[in-house]
């Protein structure tokens, strides 16, 4: 079965194409940098035009590059939420259009569970049942993921995710957009130690992250009398330190707690390489492993979409017809349900 995935949940309009035979054969990805760089974060509005530009552009190439027509589409898979309300509604309104002109069953996903299931397109994938870290922009969780749709919340960021700690510590230093990336590089060439930052909650006894107090620790710095531009590379170097001693004990009681043996890190900071490098090494010490998506699949990509819609579709789940054009701009990923066999027209 082919499923043809389509992501528009916020700054990247990815198109990507999935066999269930022949595994990822078309993966396009339009990235919206230049368009909100001048601004210094996403424009919602600027953001679904730009969506409604590329997208049917990338669909004829997705398909072009996996050699099939839409008439070899046996689903169409969209990110229904979380994300911008008007850039989802883009790709959902596309989605069930050409679902319903083809006859075909439209699938709506959840964002996360693409980014929690793209490590199973690794070449070596973990196997069911194992612990998710969701590290991006907007989220920070820790799951219990017994299969497909299910998922047990054991602890998320109670204000500021990881990555939005990232991108606004960025601000403060005075880099651009995308600022977590840029000051993942600027640390690189930092010496950690200089500045005594906090690790927020890191022994709360429980599984909950916050990463507020962190950035407003880095203003107070920023903000103080002595500080130099000169010590930004230092000053990132700790801020990342922090984060990253926080995420990976936190993942580390959860493997812990639940008595799970593999970990599997997705989103957007899991691209992060101190990061991984910690996460190898504390997770080897134990005799556990640990699985990442290929860097190229850490951002938002179509091919996530596409390949939990597959996941979906072999399991039976079916939705024909044309369905009122709903997304979820707002969607626990606890909320999701495993997939039911079902058929709606």
């Not at 027509?69 to 911008?84: I, K, R």
Request: charged letters at 20%; aromatic letters at 6%.
């Amino acid at each position: 079965m082919k499923v043809l995935g389509i992501e528009s949940s916020c700054d990247e309009t990815g198109v990507a194409v999935y066999d269930t035979t022949a595994g990822l054969i078309a993966d396009q990805l339009h990235s919206q940098i230049d368009l909100h760089a001048a601004y210094g974060g996403v424009v919602p509005e600027l953001a679904s035009r730009d969506h409604i530009r590329r997208l049917p552009m990338l669909v004829r190439q997705a398909l072009a590059e996996a050699g099939c027509s839409f008439a070899e589409l046996d689903a169409v898979a969209y990110t229904a939420g979380p994300g911008l309300a008007g850039a989802l509604l883009v790709g959902a309104s596309f989605a069930e259009s050409l679902a319903l002109s083809l006859a075909i069953p439209a699938l709506p996903i959840h964002h996360l569970e693409g980014h929690l299931l793209s490590p199973l397109l690794a070449t070596e994938p973990p196997m069911f049942p194992f612990v998710a870290l969701l590290v991006s922009g907007g989220h920070t969780q820790l799951m219990a993921v017994t299969g497909v749709g299910q998922y047990a919340l054991l602890g998320e960021t109670v204000d500021d995710a990881a990555g939005e700690a990232f991108d606004k510590t960025a601000k403060l230093l005075g880099l651009g957009y995308p600022g977590g990336p840029q000051l993942a590089r600027l640390a690189e060439s930092g010496k950690s130690g200089r500045f005594k930052l906090p690790r927020p909650m890191l022994r709360s006894g429980d599984l909950d992250f916050s990463f507020s107090g962190l950035k407003t620790a880095v203003l107070n710095v920023v903000s103080s009398p002595g500080w130099l531009p000169t010590d930004a590379a230092d000053l990132a170097a700790d801020f990342q330190d922090a984060v990253v001693e926080v995420l990976c004990a936190k993942a580390l009681r959860a493997l812990s707690d639940t008595r799970l043996t593999q970990l599997v890190v997705a989103g957007g900071v899991g691209a992060n390489r101190q990061l991984r490098s910690r996460l190898d090494t504390e997770v080897a010490r134990r005799g556990w492993s640990v699985h990442y998506p290929e860097p190229a699949l850490c951002t938002d990509n179509g091919a996530m979409i596409a390949f939990a819609g597959a996941l979906r579709l072999m399991a039976g789940e079916r939705q024909t017809g044309m369905q009122a054009v709903r997304v979820r701009p707002r969607w626990p990923l606890a909320d999701l349900v495993a997939p039911e066999r079902s058929a709606v027209t």
